[in-house]
């Protein structure tokens, strides 16, 4: 009987071991998926499978090679494309250079990967095909329906990659009706990403007016299927809503209630909650009142991005006020967001170019230069700063793995540059050529 018992004993202490074991390896791996955001799997435009791809062999020699990793410039490079892909990222050799291939000489010009534009708005033929000759070969556009996108996709304009959101998720009453998709509960939430990715969406984008719940929903839902989160958040706590579950952020003014003491956010939240348009001229009263270097509510906020690896799509040209067109309070506000910027990077978090396409101090097609521009006038290097638009994006984007960058077995979509933006950030504004899946484009 003893022996029974003590067999019996044995066997349960082994029984719960095992179940100890079994429960430790399930909570490793649930913890090890949460990290990678449960689901990995290739995103690609909605538009991939339109787009030419090379058929042929180039070599660019005697080329200055800006590789969008942040390396130190290669001078003198080679770069050989077959068919669509990288095949070659060198020193300038002859050897190096395949018989049958069509040799362009990069002598005195400066190469690049293709721009990536991490919030983009306008469907037009004209927009999308002049953002292509100004070097953007991809676009993020976080809000408009994907069928807004037909008419110039049916066309024979060349145009860049298009990652599109569809619609902003938001609820009643929305900012921008026509290109809002409202939902009433996490539920709704969840079928709205469904629908989204069932259409080609390759990011969603949530808006202000969602509770934190319809976020963390919104946000479980889309990485079950592999796809980011964006967000402009104006009027919700920064906190809360990252850790819901975003990957990104849109708009540096996303921060401004965060930065507020408790009183002063409700008020502000009230007063957008009431009229959606109180937050043009509110945002502005808001980041006035500020103090970015001596403030614990900016080291907290810049921390936690830090730590939580989150994207910030600043789109600082979109928010520019100088003197000319501004009262004194509108530029002091702007300055504080440059500041604001330059101690997210200066601290270690990630920082996206987005253009917003229109911006009142850049000319039409050059609001994406200019949000360069202002990235480097928040504390960024001219080599920071493209980095952001190139490696940086395609990581906010998932699509690392084949875009962002100048390596060997990469997509060829490459810039060629007059003069080298590493002496001069304005020599983005000369284009030479631009190659879309390793087929140069006609520029006109």
Request: net charge negative; charged share 25%; aromatic share 8%.
């Amino acid at each position: 009987m003893q022996t029974i018992v003590k067999t019996m004993k044995n066997l349960s202490c082994y029984l719960l071991c095992l179940f100890l074991c079994f429960s430790c390896k399930r909570n490793l791996s649930i913890e090890q998926a949460t990290d990678t955001n449960e689901v990995s799997k290739p995103i690609y435009a909605l538009n991939s499978k339109e787009i030419k791809k090379g058929n042929k062999t180039i070599a660019i020699t005697g080329v200055t090679l800006i590789d969008g990793t942040g390396s130190e410039p290669l001078l003198n490079a080679l770069v050989v494309i077959k068919n669509d892909i990288i095949d070659f990222v060198g020193d300038n050799s002859s050897e190096n250079i395949p018989v049958d291939a069509e040799i362009i000489d990069g002598n005195g010009m400066t190469l690049l990967p293709g721009l990536i534009d991490a919030h983009f708005h306008g469907e037009s033929g004209e927009i999308t095909n002049l953002f292509l000759k100004k070097g953007i070969t991809s676009v993020r556009d976080p809000g408009a329906w994907n069928s807004s996108y037909d008419k110039v996709r049916n066309s024979d304009k060349n145009i860049p990659r298009l990652f599109l959101t569809g619609p902003h998720i938001d609820s009643y009453p929305p900012a921008y009706p026509k290109n809002s998709y409202l939902i009433q509960d996490a539920t709704e939430g969840r079928l709205a990403v469904n629908k989204f990715v069932n259409e080609g969406a390759t990011a969603i984008k949530v808006y202000y007016r969602l509770s934190i719940d319809k976020i963390k929903a919104i946000c479980e839902s889309a990485h079950e299927q592999g796809i980011p989160v964006t967000a402009h958040l104006e009027i919700s706590n920064i906190f809360d809503a990252i850790n819901a579950g975003l990957d990104g952020i849109e708009h540096i003014t996303s921060f401004g209630t965060s930065l507020l003491n408790a009183e002063e956010a409700e008020n502000y939240k009230n007063l957008i909650l009431a009229d959606n348009n109180a937050r043009r001229k509110g945002r502005y009263d808001v980041w006035n009142s500020l103090d970015i270097n001596n403030n614990s509510k900016v080291d907290s906020i810049v921390s936690f991005l830090v730590k939580k690896k989150t994207f910030v799509s600043p789109t600082l040209a979109v928010f520019e006020k100088q003197y000319d067109k501004a009262d004194s309070l509108d530029v002091n506000a702007f300055t504080n967001m440059l500041k604001f910027v330059g101690r997210i990077k200066k601290e270690g978090g990630t920082l996206v170019v987005g253009s917003h396409t229109f911006a009142p101090y850049a000319e039409f097609g050059n609001a994406y230069y200019r949000e360069m521009e202002l990235l480097k006038a928040s504390g960024l290097t001219n080599m920071e700063v493209i980095v952001a638009a190139t490696l940086e994006n395609a990581k906010f984007f998932r699509i690392e793995n084949r875009l962002g960058s100048i390596e060997k077995g990469k997509v060829a979509d490459l810039i060629l540059l007059r003069e080298n933006p590493i002496n001069n950030l304005e020599a983005m504004n000369t284009v030479e050529k631009v190659m879309l899946n390793g087929i140069f484009i006609e520029i006109q």
